[in-house]
């Protein structure tokens, strides 16, 4: 059984031989796919570098490209402490690097790197978007900073120590208007209460693209594990709110992260891609019907959601929820949004 090393909302370690349980052949294998969200890192009993990364895309899937997300790795261990951010740029694109080779096959891995910047340095944090896009040598292309916040002592804040309503300070502000000035993008990673400042950040900074990470951040543990319908509404009401403004994206995955909605890793086997299906359906079938085709994006997450499936079973899910799809409208989900949003 999956190993649950931490509470909830925490990222879990994957156990790989029961994820290796189940295996599916791909479905419309030719279909190309960018992956717009995945991580890198070497954590304690928890690695995923590249060549974790190329087994689990040749698993059938077309997985042409990449986009690498910040997760805090490799950054620089001496040096000012507001550019040792630039070390997981640095690390991003040299796998980018390797990958443009073609000793791996096809894939460009890392050919989008979306990194940090702490926008609470304000016009201070211009220099630091500098020097990120000079270490990405033309792969960098935003930053995610992450704002995670609840009240409920139960849940887990983002690890960048956010403080309420922190896309709200006035500070954090100007260092958002660097990013603005560079035409760069911006990853949102925050929990459904706090939706409501991202509509406002997009009101703010009409021509940036904002990209919501996981179907934006449901809670469904600690004090919401008993309120799931109630969450399901306001997650929906501010759903319907931010697709009214034409710059928000949303990432439409992430779900098999253990945020108390679904206990696939607590079981004895993992579970296969119709079953995925089923269970994401709801919340996917919601982000395409409000922010349509064009501006939503399938994504995989990984690992922090192999905790649930396999790469080629989860990509299957997402294939079985969209089979009715038009040619047009799938390219747009699997790949067309993702290459448009990130320049690729």
């Not at 059984?1 to 931490?6: G, Y």
């Not at 594990?225 to 931010?242: F, I, P, Y």
């Amino acid at each position: 059984m999956a190993q649950q090393t931490e509470s909830l909302g925490n990222v879990m370690n994957p156990d790989l031989e029961w994820v290796a349980k189940v295996s599916e052949p791909a479905l419309e294998p030719d279909l190309p796919i960018v992956d717009p969200h995945h991580h890198l890192w070497q954590r304690t009993g928890n690695d995923y570098m590249f060549h974790d990364l190329l087994a689990d895309t040749r698993t059938g899937h077309n997985i042409v490209a990449t986009v690498f997300v910040d997760c805090h790795s490799m950054y620089r261990k001496e040096g000012p402490a507001e550019l040792r951010c630039i070390g997981e740029t640095e690390f991003a694109n040299g796998v980018a690097a390797m990958s443009a080779s073609g000793l791996y096959g096809n894939l460009r891995a890392c050919a989008g790197i979306v990194s940090h910047v702490d926008l609470r340095l304000g016009a201070k944090a211009g220099a630091v978007f500098d020097a990120q896009i000079a270490a990405g040598n033309g792969r960098f292309k935003g930053i995610r900073h992450q704002t995670g916040w609840d009240a409920d002592p139960g849940i887990r804040n983002s690890r960048t120590d956010p403080t309420p309503e922190l896309t709200r300070d006035k500070t954090w502000r100007e260092g958002f208007k660097e990013l603005a000035r560079r035409n760069l993008t911006f990853d949102a990673w925050l929990y459904h209460p706090q939706l409501g400042e991202i509509a406002d950040l997009a009101d703010a900074f009409p021509d940036t693209p904002i990209i919501l990470d996981h179907v934006g951040g449901p809670l469904g543990y600690a004090g919401y594990a008993d309120r799931h319908d109630e969450v399901r509404a306001t997650w929906k009401k501010s759903m319907v709110e931010l697709a009214k403004r034409q710059n928000i994206l949303v990432k439409v995955g992430g779900l098999g992260m253990a945020m108390g909605w679904f206990d696939f890793y607590q079981r004895p086997m993992p579970p296969g891609s119709q079953e995925l299906a089923e269970a994401f359906r709801p919340w996917v079938e919601t982000c395409i019907e409000l922010f349509g085709v064009n501006r939503c994006m399938y994504e995989s997450n990984f690992p922090v959601d192999k905790i649930t499936s396999g790469y080629g079973v989860l990509w299957n899910a997402f294939k079985r929820i969209s089979a009715k799809a038009s040619a047009d409208e799938k390219t747009a989900l699997f790949s067309g949004t993702a290459s448009r949003v990130y320049k690729l």
